[in-house]
Nanobody
Framework: QVQLVESGGGLVQAGGSLRLSCATSGLTFGSYSLGWFRQAPGKEREFVAAISRRGSSIYYADSVKGRFTISRDNAKRTVYLQMNSLKPEDTAVYYC?????????????????WGQGTQVTVSS
């Protein structure tokens, strides 16, 4: 069965850093574009970042440009999200997702497989 498992979330002060990981199994990792999304209480799930199958194309939401970095290691079948200069408004549950689309999309409906999420809390 296909599984995506996020880890690395936690509590951090504003200005701090966290590195999220998403380990996958049960899929042909190199055939999938991968994305990170986040959802705060009472809000819709929103796009954060995405990376194409070979890492040639990368996209970020305007709110995280210059602060977050998405990367992937196809040998380890893992996608990462390095988060620097964290702000309280970054507080959310973060999800990784996989897509078979030619290019990575920014919409929830573009992704077929989802992890369970990891909580990131940024204190002021």
């Amino acid at each position: 069965q296909v599984q995506l498992v996020e880890s690395g979330g936690g509590l951090v002060q504003a200005g701090g850093s966290l590195r999220l990981s998403c380990a996958t199994s049960g899929l042909t990792f190199g055939s999938y574009s991968l994305g990170w999304f986040r959802q705060a209480p009472g809000k819709e799930r929103e796009f954060v970042a995405a990376i194409s199958r070979r890492g040639s194309s990368i996209y970020y939401a305007d709110s995280v440009k210059g602060r977050f970095t998405i990367s992937r290691d196809n040998a380890k079948r893992t996608v990462y999200l390095q988060m620097n200069s964290l702000k309280p408004e970054d507080t959310a549950v973060y999800y990784c997702a996989g897509s078979l689309s030619v290019l990575p999309g920014a919409g929830v409906r573009d992704y077929k497989y989802w992890g369970q999420g990891t909580q990131v809390t940024v204190s002021s």
